[in-house]
């Protein structure tokens, strides 16, 4: 059964400060992705990691992949407020079809930054 | 993504009684995934459904649960006899097919409610 770790599960930092999100996984994976869900919404897609060495950035946020290690990180630099959510990191694993079929989630890691 | 509609957003039922989720993909999408966040937990998956086949159903559980995704109309997910703890976000997700480089989208989801 493949298993999916993430750490910190909570997090609380200050405004400008960087920090790192972990997530760990049990088994060969084809694709890992991370999303952000705020309070009472919906997953919205961050980055979509398709193989090892690949490091992808938005904003703020650079994600990357060692499926050698079967590590993800999700690096925040310079956070500020708006950051804020829960960030969830899912993995498909290399039997499964594709799409969402068969994601493994995280447990998600609460973020919340401080002005 | 707001373009995967999901209805209701709420509900409530009592024990006993049936629920009725409806998951609408989005357009060109011939894939629908369901999932089930209970709260403080990362997403669990559920069942992945093409048009009128099932395709992977070994998240559902074996009782009071079925989904279906007819040739016309919304995906429905179906919870016969709710029990308190069938209370959770059920989300739905869709894809346009299985390729390597295929994303879902999730809806906003339903929250369900057993008192």
């Known amino acids: 059964e493949l298993k999916v770790e993430q750490n910190p599960l909570f997090l609380s930092m200050q405004e400008g400060k960087n920090y790192t999100i972990y997530c760990n996984y049990s088994t060969t994976s084809d694709r890992l992705y991370w999303y952000r869900q705020d309070p009472g919404k919906s997953l919205e897609s961050l980055f979509v990691?398709?193989?090892?060495?690949a490091v992808k950035q938005e904003g703020r946020l650079m994600a990357s992949l060692d499926t050698k290690a079967r590590l993800s990180t999700l690096h925040i630099t310079a956070a500020v407020h708006d950051l804020s959510a829960t960030y969830f990191c899912a993995v498909l694993p290399s039997s499964a079809g594709g799409g969402a079929d068969g994601l493994t989630f995280g447990k998600g890691t609460h973020l919340i930054i401080q002005p | 993504n707001a373009d995967v509609m999901q209805n209701p957003r709420h509900l409530v039922r009592r024990r006993g009684q049936e629920a009725r989720l409806r998951c609408s993909p989005m357009k060109g999408h011939s894939h629908v995934y369901w999932y089930r966040q209970l709260p403080e937990e990362g997403l669990k998956f559920m069942v992945y459904?093409?048009?009128?086949?099932?395709?992977?159903e070994s998240g559902m559980p074996k009782e009071r649960f079925s989904a279906e995704f007819p040739k016309e109309g919304p995906s429905i997910l179906r919870i016969q006899q709710v029990v308190r703890g069938d209370s959770a976000a059920y989300f739905c997700a869709s894809s346009p097919g299985v390729s390597s480089n295929t994303e879902a989208f999730f809806g906003q989801g339903t929250r369900l409610t057993v008192v």
């Open positions: 990691l398709l193989s090892n060495g």
């Open positions: 459904l093409q048009k009128e086949n099932i395709i992977d």
